[in-house]
């Protein structure tokens, strides 16, 4: 807490937050790493590289105030499509970063995990990936879930390959499949869906993340780029979500009866 010259107290971010009003998930589509190693005068990877203590100041952030599940967009199935160079540079980067900060996720007792189509990554980045997710797999406070070699509709495909493949079999009725069954076959099953999604670098745009999970989530866009992201950023985001009114349909009034 800090004091202001006249001696009342001014509260710090971080206090601002409602530490009872805490999202449970919270997805980031972290973007603005080329953009910001341009600005810098340097080549799109050290971007990359600069994002990393953004990725560990969300985590710890994300630890320390106890929110459950935190997923970070890290690489889509549309960022295959860029220059050999880079998908090799953050393949490599995947891997060092994953092996370095095992000990660090131990250590505030987190569980990685991943979505997306993790068998198309190169073996040393799934090997170490798989190494990384046994090794943390019993830690129970925030799950760090990376989204990899993932997009919506990849995930979306295969839940319906699934289904249509029990259907085929006789192990399920059309008439039985259900939103909340649609849910559980998704890469997501035992994920509640994010309340609290942020978008950095200013695009006003989803990019192919979590289409059916965000159906109802908040959505935050800043201009700020990834690698400038701090935990004061991320606590502006969370003091923001707290302010809004989730109305899932329903009218102002019926969420604050005795307001109107
Ligand atoms: C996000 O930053 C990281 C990945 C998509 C892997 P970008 O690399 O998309 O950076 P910009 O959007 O080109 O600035
Ligand atoms: C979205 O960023 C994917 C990740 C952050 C991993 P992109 O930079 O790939 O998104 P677009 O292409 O600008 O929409
Ligand atoms: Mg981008």
Request: glycine share 4%; hydrophobic share 40%.
């Amino acid at each position: 807490m800090l004091f202001s010259r006249d001696f009342h107290c001014i509260l710090t971010r971080k206090e601002q937050i409602n530490i009872n009003k805490l999202p449970a998930h919270v997805a980031i589509i972290m973007d603005g790493n080329g953009r910001w190693a341009k600005a810098h005068g340097e080549q799109r990877i050290f971007g990359h590289h600069n994002g990393v203590k953004a990725v560990r100041d969300v985590t710890e952030a994300s630890a320390e105030l106890g929110i459950n599940f935190l997923t970070l967009y890290a690489f889509s199935t549309e960022n295959w499509n860029r220059p050999v160079d880079e998908v090799n540079a953050l393949m490599e980067l995947l891997v060092h970063t994953i092996t370095q900060e095992t000990e660090t996720l131990m250590k505030n007792n987190v569980r990685l995990l991943t979505i997306g189509d993790t068998d198309s990554l190169p073996p040393r980045t799934k090997e170490e990936l798989q190494a990384a997710i046994k090794h943390t797999s019993q830690n129970s406070g925030l799950s760090l879930v990376l989204a990899l070699s993932y997009s919506s509709r990849w995930e979306i495909t295969d839940a319906v390959k699934r289904l249509a493949t029990k259907v085929k079999l006789g192990e399920l009725q059309p008439d039985s499949i259900t939103e909340q069954l649609i849910a559980d076959h998704l890469n997501t099953a035992k994920i509640p869906d994010p309340e609290l999604l942020i978008r950095t670098s200013g695009e006003q745009r989803i990019s192919n993340f979590l289409l059916w999970q965000i159906a109802y989530t908040e959505l935050y866009i800043t201009d700020v780029l990834w690698p400038d992201f701090t935990k004061d950023e991320f606590y502006k985001a969370l003091i923001t979500y707290q302010q809004r009114e989730r109305r899932f349909g329903l009218t102002s009034e019926q969420i604050n009866p005795g307001t109107a």
